[in-house]
């Protein structure tokens, strides 16, 4: 599947999810508002990291045009990444 294929965590997720009984993989239904933008922004570093744990700040930067306050809000408070 090459570049198309879900990363290692995805299906180690899926797999959880069907060992708790799930069988299907739509989203479920959740209250209140959508999510913002940012959970597409969350994708694409969550992305690059796993591509290359050894990523820098700079270079996510570059990639996404995004600035550094973003990355840093992104990776500690989003996706619960201590260090690069």
Not at 3 to 12: F, H, M
Not at 43 to 66: A, K, N, P, T
Request: with cysteine; hydrophobic share 40%; net charge negative.
């Amino acid at each position: 599947f090459g570049d198309e294929a879900p990363s290692n965590r995805t299906v180690y997720n899926w797999f959880a999810e069907f060992q708790h009984g799930r069988t299907f993989l739509s989203d479920e239904f959740r209250e209140g508002r959508p999510s913002m933008s940012v959970v597409a922004t969350n994708v694409d570093v969550c992305e690059m990291i796993e591509r290359d744990q050894h990523i820098i700040y700079r270079e996510i930067q570059v990639s996404l045009g995004i600035d550094m306050k973003a990355i840093h809000t992104i990776l500690h408070d989003h996706l619960n990444i201590r260090k690069l």
